[in-house]
């Protein structure tokens, strides 16, 4: 049984359409909605993330309330810990986080943009403790 109305429009957005917000979950990250939670009734939501600024501390040990969750790396990379194994997500690259993995975004390049699809659209998000060690991030240069 679904929580959200059974809600399927037509969506088209172009990049011009809507603005960087910097109000999303991470206030070192830029977030671009896609028409997606709208169209489908909050069933799922598509955004693009991007770095705004150098990681300093990452995300910290979290794991989302999510039912289905991707990225798609676009630009640049970025370094999770998914448990206890780290992983280097590149461009062109997908990532299905399964419902519950904790991780951890430690690092990322400057140019980071990546598609996130989460369903439901307003999934939620549980910070807590894993006992893996985090390496350090690269300095940006310049």
């Not at 011009?16 to 070192?28: I, K, V, Y």
């Not at 986080?97 to 439901?120: A, K, T």
Request: charge should be negative; include cysteine.
């Amino acid at each position: 049984m679904l929580d959200h109305p059974l809600v399927n429009l037509f969506a088209h957005t172009t990049p011009a359409d809507t603005e960087w917000r910097s109000d999303g979950l991470r206030d070192f990250f830029l977030y671009k909605d896609l028409g997606v939670a709208a169209a489908t009734g909050g069933r799922v939501i598509a955004q693009l993330v991007k770095a705004a600024r150098p990681p300093e501390e990452g995300t910290g040990w979290h794991h989302h309330v999510a039912d289905f969750h991707i990225v798609l790396m676009l630009k640049g990379w970025a370094r999770f810990m998914y448990e206890d194994q780290e992983h280097l997500v590149a461009a062109g690259d997908c990532v299905h986080q399964r419902p519950g993995i904790v991780h951890y975004l430690f690092d990322y390049s400057p140019d980071m943009e990546y598609l996130e699809v989460v369903g439901p659209a307003d999934f939620g998000t549980v910070e807590g403790d894993y006992p893996a060690a985090i390496p350090p991030p690269t300095p940006w240069k310049g």
